[in-house]
């Protein structure tokens, strides 16, 4: 069992950065893959970045690359997300994500633990 718990969100202006945090607790974090998923207002859950288990492969959505940056430490039972170049269109609520085996996903339902997420507000 993976728990799981967001940090990092906030408001930030048009272009600026933020940097999402994953705090995971239990022994199985090391050999789950990770994932950043978002939600806005009215929208599905919409998947956002993966990292394999121990970092070595990441994969993000076509929105997001070359912005955002998933990154992971084992040793700390961390996961971030670092955003640059935020836009409007990012303003959700983020969350981390976590699956039993090497592979991330970019199916909600492969995920087996979920944090409670954290508001992210890009404003104009």
């Known amino acids: 069992q993976v728990q799981l718990e967001e940090s990092g969100g906030g408001l930030v202006q048009a272009g600026g950065s933020l940097r999402l945090s994953c705090a995971g607790a239990?022994?199985?974090?090391?050999?789950?893959?990770m994932g950043w998923f978002r939600q806005a207002p009215g929208k599905e859950r919409e998947f956002v970045a993966h990292i394999s288990w121990r970092g070595g492969a990441t994969y993000y959505t076509d929105s997001v690359k070359g912005r955002f940056t998933i990154s992971r430490d084992n040793s700390m039972n961390m996961v971030w997300l670092q955003m640059n170049s935020l836009k409007p269109e990012d303003t959700a609520i983020y969350y981390c994500a976590a699956r039993r085996g090497f592979w991330g996903a970019t199916n909600a339902r492969d995920y087996d633990y979920w944090g409670q997420g954290t508001q992210v507000t890009v404003s104009s």
């Open positions: 239990g022994r199985t974090f090391g050999a789950s893959a």
